[in-house]
């Protein structure tokens, strides 16, 4: 039995690179070893790195339910102490509802997803949740072109809608200075990894 007071909702987010999924992962592998029930759900549109789980960039990842519709989690929670929703920003409105129910219903809810779109307009159901939740960290990424911390997506490719699914081929993070979403001309660098790095980036 679960006391109904432990339930709350997290919102990791930020732009693209800022290391939401990340972070995502790491407080999920936290409740794991308190063995906690854990479960994690994205959505089906999203085919990157693997079909059944939540990958970051750097290629760790965590086993995952990908789903349709957000209507969809309350049958599928099962005992889960701690709900985990990966790239959030592309479920319907109905995720604030249903991120709402399963706090009140005392489980931890773990939400991670872009604040804004390419065109720097609010995603999908982040501002409503971001107003909604106990705890908020928006994380920045740094700039490809200056350095400076970086809270934008940059689209590098220029055709699709809202949804294009991609990473590094089809983004970029800038900063506000550095963004343009009329410009869809690349400015990364593509630099040799350093032996560090090149190991992390093993897996994806
Ligand atoms: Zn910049």
Same mark, same amino acid.
């Given at each position: 039995?679960?006391?109904?007071?432990?339930g709350?909702?997290?919102? #990791?987010t930020?732009?693209?690179?800022?290391?939401?999924?990340?972070?995502?992962?790491r407080? +999920?592998?936290?409740?794991?070893?308190?063995?906690?029930? #854990?479960i994690?759900?994205?959505?089906?549109?999203?085919?990157r790195?693997?079909?059944?789980?939540?990958?970051?960039?750097?290629?760790?990842?965590?086993?995952?339910?990908?789903?349709?519709?957000?209507?969809e989690?309350p049958?599928? #929670?099962?005992?889960?102490?701690?709900?985990?929703i990966?790239?959030?920003?592309?479920?319907?409105?109905?995720?604030?509802? #249903?991120?709402?129910?399963?706090?009140?219903?005392?489980?931890?809810?773990v939400?991670?997803?872009l604040?804004?779109d390419?065109?720097?307009?609010?995603?999908?159901?982040?501002?409503?949740?971001? =107003?909604?939740?106990?705890?908020?960290?928006?994380?920045l990424?740094?700039?490809?072109?200056c350095? =400076?911390?970086?809270?934008r997506s940059?689209?590098?490719?220029?055709?699709?809608?809202?949804? +294009?699914?991609g990473?590094?081929? =089809?983004?970029?993070?800038?900063?506000?200075?550095?963004?343009?979403?009329?410009?869809?001309?690349?400015?990364q660098?593509?630099?040799?990894?350093?032996?560090?790095?090149?190991?992390?980036?093993?897996?994806?």
């Amino acid at each position: 039995m679960t006391p109904s007071h432990l339930g709350w909702i997290e919102v #990791v987010t930020g732009c693209m690179f800022s290391g939401k999924t990340e972070e995502l992962i790491r407080r +999920l592998r936290r409740a794991r070893y308190a063995n906690q029930p #854990v479960i994690v759900f994205k959505p089906r549109i999203d085919d990157r790195y693997s079909l059944d789980s939540v990958g970051s960039h750097t290629g760790h990842s965590l086993r995952s339910v990908n789903i349709v519709s957000a209507s969809e989690i309350p049958r599928r #929670v099962g005992n889960a102490r701690v709900v985990g929703i990966d790239e959030a920003q592309f479920f319907d409105d109905d995720l604030v509802e #249903v991120c709402t129910k399963l706090a009140d219903e005392g489980r931890r809810v773990v939400v991670a997803g872009l604040d804004t779109d390419y065109l720097g307009c609010p995603f999908g159901p982040i501002p409503a949740l971001l =107003a909604k939740a106990e705890y908020i960290d928006k994380y920045l990424a740094i700039c490809v072109v200056c350095g =400076a911390p970086a809270n934008r997506s940059q689209r590098t490719v220029n055709r699709g809608p809202q949804v +294009l699914v991609g990473a590094q081929e =089809a983004y970029e993070a800038r900063c506000r200075h550095c963004w343009d979403p009329d410009n869809f001309e690349p400015r990364q660098q593509k630099l040799p990894l350093g032996p560090n790095l090149a190991e992390e980036s093993e897996g994806r």
